[in-house]
């Protein structure tokens, strides 16, 4: 079991990003979707470094799932963008919570998850060596690509990649 403990770095941006992050769990379970936590979220659950910037949430589910997401995102007057790579975006002022397709993402991962409480939630993350590889292999995917924009996203997966070896260490 893993606690929600700490801030990072910007974290007047990111008290506000939990409550829309709770304002989409809510939404979330009320249509029986109970999503799986990854991304700088769970990064920052793991290692609680208090350096990293954590600027949006990510979450996992069944792509077929979106069309209920959009439903009640469209019946609460909730912004939201559907993206081609497979990625939910769900979007308020500067926040920004991502609902990733399970099968397109997770394809040929490992899929191990933890339970990560946050206040009276009761979240699924990715379990750290689950999460380690996704950032492995997504780093192995950024290495292969020559844009400068690939490239400063490289080095923020080998960022995240980095600090959750060191965390497994301890």
């Known amino acids: 079991m893993l606690t929600l403990q700490g801030y990072p770095k910007n974290k007047e941006k990111y008290s506000r990003l939990l409550d829309f992050f709770k304002e989409i769990l809510d939404l979330c379970h009320g249509l029986n979707i109970d999503p799986i936590l990854d991304g700088s979220l769970a990064v920052f659950a793991y290692t609680r470094d208090p350096e990293m910037n954590v600027n949006d949430v990510d979450l996992t589910s069944a792509e077929s799932e979106f069309p209920k997401v959009i439903h009640a995102l469209e019946v609460k007057g909730i912004s939201y963008k ?9 979007l308020k002022d ?5 609902l990733g397709s399970l ?8 899929l191990e998850c933890e339970t990560l409480h946050l206040d009276e939630y009761r979240v699924k993350v990715l379990s750290r060596r689950s999460l380690t590889e996704f950032y492995k292999r997504g780093m192995e995917d950024r290495a292969k690509q020559t844009g400068e924009n690939e490239k400063i996203k490289y080095a923020a997966l080998k960022v995240k990649y980095e600090a959750l070896k060191s965390v497994e260490v301890l």
């Open 94 to 98: 500067d926040l920004k919570v991502e």
């Open 82 to 90: 559907l993206r081609e790579w497979h990625v939910l975006q769900i």
């Open 103 to 110: 099968e397109y993402w997770y394809k040929d991962l490992p």
